[in-house]
Every structure is written in structure tokens, then in C-alpha cells.
């Protein structure tokens, strides 16, 4: 027998306004029991308990009262300025809730398209568009202290230029060519990986170094495919050098190039979810997919999303609208 629901009624008879409060309220319950917090207010006071100021860096501030949304004000004691436990990072000026920008992040996660993301999160398209660029600029950066160490795979991987300079919507040319941006894709036998644009068409050894030099260890075994371009870096990092020709019809190849492969064809189908991005924006997608892809390899340590809006809260970046 099927057991009646004793909150139906009571739903019911809720008004609409009363019914989005009601939404509001269980979703903030259940973020809280799963995370730890339920409110931007709440996740500020575990993540930035005394915020240093902005304005010229002094700690220890003074307390000064709570905004309207329960997020506590500051006043430094050094040079007067007022702020919140939000200014300076890339949540200030969230006028949503914070359950909203979990479900964003839960989409994100899966690489779920801007119209999707903003059509199951109920904000508008302007807005998904300004949340994403509010990640982008939370990892800004986030690849330069990726180090692959002990045995490393690097390959590269290929998408299209959608500027029209390049001659997007014109006649590709077959093969490799300056219309195709090309990708520095590098993982270690931690899978830790990291992913670079590495400018147009097949690259040179200045720009595979470029791309590459800082993310891999002195005296790592290097695995590749024998690209020319790889041997400047091998030899500048004291790298062993581990390479195989590269045929598709070869079991031995495939096999030893199988990981960092697999995370070129990873990157490739992430890249497609978001077609016609605007180029400028490339590597930021790529920071972003590096850094999802170790919240997600590590889920089982640290719970996916209180690490994530831990980051947000402890990176120092803003975002600023173009408009």
C-alpha cells in the first residue's frame, strides 16, 4: 500500500510566494547537512572568519554589523575602508543564494551548456554567462603550480579556430594547419593532469617549451610520441626520454600512449559541449576542466562541493563585467 505524503496537503495550500520560500528553505537545509553551510553568510564565516582588507591589506579588522543577507560587514583599523566577507573574491556582489550556485557548480561538474545551466538553475542566460566567467576567474592561473613528476605522457590535441580570421566558415585545409589551435596535454602516473594552448598548427620546440617547461619535473621520465618538438624539452629538463612512433595500428603504441590519449579525447569532447566559444577564452575552459577534473579524482577524499566553494572563497580574483 502506498503511503500518503502527510506534507501534500500542506504544500497545497501554499501560495506561490510562500511555496518559493519553502523551496529556499529546504534546499539551504539540505546544503548545509550535506556541506556543512547553507547560506553565503555561513560559508564565509568558515572560510573567511577575518578577511584581510582590500583596500591596503591590514588584518585583524573590526566587525561593523551585517549586510541584509546575513553576511557580516568589516572595517579596518588601518585605513578606514568598509567591506564584506565577500569582497575581494569571486562571489561579491552574489545577490542569489547560495543552494542556486551549488546547482550551478553541480552542472559545471558535468560540462552541462550555458542554456541548460540556466534554464535548470531559473536565472537567465546574462546571468549563467557571468557565473561562468566568475570560475574562470576563481582559476586564473590555477595550472601554474601544476607539476607532473615521476613518469609523465605528453601529446597534443587539436580543435578549430572559430575566429573569422582564421578562415572559420571558409574551406578547412586537410591535415594540420594554422586554422586548427593546438593543445599541450600532459598527465603523470598520479593523474595529475594539465592541458595548454600552444598556438596554431603543428608546434615548434620554443612553443612546446613554453607550454610545458614549468608543469614537468627534472629527471621525469618523459613518454611521447617522438614529436621533433619534444626534444628540446626532454633535453633542457634532463628528462628520460621514453618515446614510440606513433601508429594507430600498433598495440605497443597504444598502449603505452593510452592515458595521456584518453585525456585528449576527454579535453575534445568537453571543448565540444561549448562550440563556438570565443577563442580568448580557450585556455580559461581548459583551466577550468583541469581543475574539475581534480575535484572530481579526489572526491572521495574532500566532498566535491564544499572544496569548490572553498576555493571560491579563498581565491583572491574578482570578476568584472565588461559591460
Not at 554589523?65 to 566577507?85: I, K, L, N, Y
Not at 537567465?124 to 574562470?136: D, G, K, V, Y
Request: hydrophobic letters at 40%; charged letters at 25%.
Amino acid at each position: 500500500m502506498k503511503r500518503t505524503n502527510p506534507y501534500s496537503g500542506l504544500v497545497d495550500g501554499l501560495a506561490a510566494g510562500e511555496l518559493d520560500l519553502l523551496s529556499a528553505a529546504v534546499a539551504e537545509r539540505r546544503l548545509r547537512e550535506e556541506a556543512g553551510f547553507g547560506t553565503l553568510a555561513e560559508a564565509a564565516e568558515a572560510y573567511r572568519p577575518e578577511p584581510a582588507c582590500p583596500s591596503c591589506g591590514g588584518t585583524a579588522p573590526w566587525r561593523d554589523g551585517f549586510e541584509p543577507s546575513g553576511v557580516r560587514r568589516w572595517r579596518c583599523p588601518r585605513c578606514g575602508a568598509r567591506f564584506t566577507s565577500l569582497t575581494g573574491t569571486v562571489l561579491e556582489g552574489c545577490k542569489k543564494p547560495l543552494a542556486t550556485w551549488v546547482d550551478f557548480i553541480r552542472l559545471a561538474l558535468f560540462a552541462v551548456p550555458l542554456d541548460a545551466c540556466a534554464a535548470a538553475c531559473r536565472i537567465s542566460h546574462q546571468t549563467a554567462w557571468e557565473w561562468r566567467h566568475r570560475l574562470f576567474a576563481a582559476v586564473d592561473g590555477y595550472q601554474d603550480r601544476v607539476v607532473l613528476r615521476g613518469r609523465a605522457w605528453i601529446d597534443e590535441t587539436y580543435v578549430n579556430d572559430t575566429d573569422l580570421s582564421r578562415g572559420y566558415g571558409q574551406a578547412r585545409k586537410r591535415g594540420l594547419s594554422r586554422q586548427q589551435i593546438c593543445i599541450a596535454v600532459g598527465i603523470d602516473s598520479r593523474k595529475e593532469p594539465v592541458a595548454v594552448v600552444c598556438g596554431h598548427g603543428k608546434p615548434s620546440s620554443a612553443r612546446i617549451r613554453g607550454a610545458l617547461k614549468a608543469h614537468i619535473a627534472e629527471g621525469s621520465v618523459l613518454v611521447h610520441d617522438r614529436e621533433r618538438a619534444h626534444g628540446a624539452l626532454v633535453r633542457e629538463n634532463g628528462l628520460v626520454d621514453e618515446s614510440y612512433k606513433a601508429d594507430v595500428r600498433d598495440p605497443v603504441y597504444l598502449e603505452a600512449m593510452a592515458l595521456v590519449n584518453n585525456l585528449c579525447s576527454w579535453i575534445k569532447r568537453y571543448l565540444w559541449r561549448f562550440t563556438g566559444m570565443d577563442p580568448k577564452n580557450l585556455q580559461s575552459y581548459l583551466n577550468l576542466y583541469v581543475y574539475l577534473f581534480r575535484v572530481k579524482r579526489d572526491g572521495e577524499r574532500w566532498p566535491e562541493i564544499a572544496r569548490v566553494v572553498r576555493h571560491l572563497l579563498m581565491t583572491d580574483a574578482r570578476f568584472r563585467s565588461s559591460t
